[in-house]
């Protein structure tokens, strides 16, 4: 069965420092890719999303993630935290062979400090 | 105010007892799924629903229940056959259940069995 690994569970740094969040799957074949964020209170919301063309992928409130298929790795990046990026992030596989469900990976809980 | 409702937020039960927890969206949805979020566990599907009057277990459907007699609810029901039913339940839909498709989640309910 397919997996996700998301290697930091938490990170902490200061406002204004570059994020960079891990995700490795575990599949051969051809996926769909996801980032969610979850911030303290609020429902779970799509940060952006990977499909098919340009492997650099942009997403709201200033993220973006690189999709490199020979390393099966999906890492989430933003140049400049705020305090407001306070959250956990999920990343998502979705693969057609197992019938579209999303497999998500552990969360990485993110800590800005101001 | 399109989205999806989740209710109670927070629910105590006795252990042995099965309780229900409610989801509905009225986002006009034809899928709905249920997910159980723990601590450094990520998001795991418990059922899913691609279309009324059917579901397909997830990856830990043990000791759960769904019904999808409406479009628009997805109601789960924890029975006294799960041996460890703490924990933060989330529901979600996207518009089919098929490929691309973004999935929208709901408050969640945080079910604590004493």
């Known amino acids: 069965a397919q997996s996700v690994s998301q290697h930091n569970h938490h990170v902490i740094l200061s406002e204004a420092a570059s994020l960079e969040l891990g995700c490795n799957y575990s599949?051969?074949?051809?996926?769909?890719l996801f980032w969610y964020v979850q911030y303290p209170g609020q429902h779970l919301q799509l940060l952006l999303k990977y499909f098919s063309g340009d492997p650099l992928v942009k997403g709201i409130k200033g993220f973006e993630a690189e999709f490199i298929k020979s390393k099966f790795s999906f890492n989430l990046r933003k140049p400049s935290v705020q305090w407001s990026d306070t959250a956990e992030y999920f990343c998502a596989v979705q693969i057609k062979a197992a019938g579209n469900k999303l497999t998500f990976g552990g969360g990485t809980r993110v800590l800005v400090k101001p | 105010d399109g989205g999806i409702t989740q209710s109670p937020k927070y629910l105590f039960r006795k252990e042995g007892q099965n309780v229900t927890l409610s989801c509905e969206q009225n986002?006009?949805?034809?899928?709905m799924y249920w997910y159980r979020q723990d601590p450094g566990q990520g998001l795991r599907l418990i059922y899913y629903s691609q279309i009324v009057n059917d579901f397909q277990k997830g990856d830990i459907a043990e000791g759960y229940s769904v019904s999808r007699e409406k479009k628009e609810s997805f109601p789960l029901t924890v029975t006294s056959a799960q041996k460890n039913p703490t924990a933060f339940y989330l529901c979600?839909?996207?518009?089919?259940?098929?490929?691309?498709?973004?999935?929208?989640f709901g408050p969640g309910t945080r079910l604590l069995v004493l």
């Open positions: 986002l006009n949805h034809d899928a």
């Open positions: 599949y051969g074949g051809t996926v769909n």
């Open positions: 979600a839909s996207s518009r089919v259940a098929s490929q691309r498709e973004t999935q929208y």
